[in-house]
């Protein structure tokens, strides 16, 4: 038996066309061809769409926690500025009257306990020993003014600068793992 593609003439096998075969081969790989295709323009956006929501989901997140990091600092900074403003009028007081005033050792406890909720431990020890040093403070005698340029001169007056230390210190983590 004989079969014909394009004209031309070519024996078959026990009878079989084999045209027909090829063709219906080719015919159905088409087929296949245009499945394949429009799956794989499926999956691609599909795929697309994924990465996209999950690109957005990761950067909403990462907003998210720099924006918390920023406030969170914010607060701290607030909460170590009213601390160290409030013992430094209190050290100054110190210096110049016997009594301490209740009020506003009260007032430096509500910042220290504050602290510790929010800073590492290491801050609130060192407000502690700031509060120790002002109260220790009014029971040493009162300062005059040549005292008070001779403590100036000597770097004496500065009681809050180890804790103003670790509060920079703290405070530059932050920023770190804003930008991190």
Known sequence: MLCSISGERF????GIDES?????????????AAYVSAFAALAGSLIGGLTTFAAAWVTQRRQ???QWLLQEKTRRQELYQQFIEEASKLYVDALIHDQAPIAPLVSLYVCINKMRIVSNPGIAERGDRVIRMIVD??????KTLPELHAM???GALDPLREFSDVCRDELSALTDAVFS
């Open 152 to 154: 100036v001169e000597s």
């Open 20 to 32: 027909t075969e090829v063709s219906d081969a080719q015919g159905c790989t088409r087929m296949n």
């Open 11 to 14: 024996p078959t096998i026990g």
């Open 137 to 142: 403070t009014y029971d040493l005698p009162n």
């Open 64 to 66: 998210a926690n720099v």
